[in-house]
């Protein structure tokens, strides 16, 4: 009879996941394995990777030696996830579905149905820690810097953070593969799997136009001066440099154009010449539905750091706290903030929670 817990591992196909449940198991504890199936819409395109993700997560588990099902949560992912990401980006937004996915469906649903199965814990092969201090559970940042995932984390709350076990917090990515290598899963070279999970390897554009009408309308300098033609302003997002098809400097200087704005109300797509143009720079930013970890805002008297994006570095700001939103002040300008996205805050490897980015 095991000593330790049940834990419910999720497992996508991929080296992480496998790790972790191999890890737990290692360490003693009851483990199940858990393969989520999130999108079905065109599960015969040459995009689709779940039945090949499915296959692998079985293979593992089997070598391992654990139980693994599979449960489908699309119509819960169409509901709570798929459906803001298209309204977001209706509205001219950037939205990061992912994290909504973690605090709805991988931390909501899994875990709901991880409890029904009588696990007492669940775990993921995300990059991150999670320590207990004076009765509140902390998220941390993983060792392993260049691999951290707590950025996609921030919406979780005490409860969920409670019950959720990072195995790969503390080890490097490095050795993550080393690992499956040792005990030969079958994934242990799998490519890690990048961008959104319905969309897989397909260009961005080509997805959404089968989603979002286009809406073609002129590319505007600040100034007003027409430089070219968009598809439609859903399809861009600030900071964008490829697709813009306007070239380099018509002054012959070269230098790549950039998104830098859009004029909902008259169709337009501001651009700038120059990554460092000042139009892309902002020292303050203002966030909406505000998700604090802890259950409640940070002393703001004094100073913290945040990312305004996932793979940036922290940034030392000031934080107020306003009626309906919290603002964020750099002590230096901040490079292409989207709206849409989000603004995580940390404490030096604490991460306090996070926003959506209004302006």
């Known amino acids: 009879m095991s000593v330790k817990p049940c834990v ?4 996508s196909g991929g080296v992480d ?24 819409d065109d599960d015969d395109s040459e995009y689709c990777s779940s039945r090949e993700d499915l296959n692998d997560a079985v293979s593992v588990a089997d070598t391992i030696g654990i139980p693994i099902e599979a449960v489908n949560f699309a119509k819960e992912y169409k509901d709570r996830v798929f459906s803001y990401f298209l309204r977001e980006y209706e509205a001219g937004r950037t939205p990061n579905p992912d994290i909504l996915c973690n605090s709805e469906i991988k931390f909501k649903a899994f875990l709901d149905h991880a409890m029904r199965l009588g696990a007492e814990k669940i775990a993921t092969g995300h990059y991150a820690k999670v320590r207990e201090q004076d009765g509140l559970f902390q998220l941390l940042k993983a060792d392993d810097a260049s691999k951290d995932q707590s950025y996609f984390l921030h919406r979780l709350n005490q409860h969920q ?32 799997s990048t961008g959104i999970c319905f969309i897989g390897e397909r260009p961005f554009r080509e997805f959404l136009n089968r989603y979002l009408p286009t809406k073609p309308g002129e590319m505007v300098t600040p100034e007003g001066k027409v430089m070219g033609q968009h598809m439609g302003l859903s399809f861009y997002t600030y900071g964008q440099r490829q697709g813009l098809g306007i070239g380099g400097g018509k002054d012959g200087s070269g230098e790549p154009w950039f998104v830098a704005g859009k004029d909902m109300a ?35 008297s004094r100073g913290y750091a945040a990312k305004t994006r996932y793979r940036q570095q922290d940034a030392a700001c000031r934080i107020t706290l306003q009626y309906d939103r919290t603002h964020f002040n750099f002590d230096s300008p901040q490079w292409a903030v989207t709206p849409g996205q989000s603004v995580v805050p940390y404490d030096g490897d604490v991460c306090l929670g996070g926003g959506i980015i209004a302006n």
């Open 161 to 192: 953070l409670s019950k959720s076990m990072f195995p790969l917090g503390g080890i490097p990515k490095s050795k993550v593969r080393e690992i499956a290598r040792q005990h030969n899963l079958s994934n242990a070279a799998k490519k890690d």
């Open 8 to 11: 419910v591992v999720g497992m």
């Open 17 to 40: 996941s496998s790790v972790t449940a191999l890890l737990l198991k290692e360490q003693g504890y009851e483990v199940i394995g858990l393969f989520m199936k999130n999108w079905e």
């Open 266 to 300: 008259n169709n337009r797509l501001i651009v700038v010449q120059g990554h460092d143009h000042q139009a892309l720079l902002k020292p303050e930013l203002d966030a909406l539905d505000m998700h604090w970890i802890a259950g409640h805002a940070p002393d703001t």
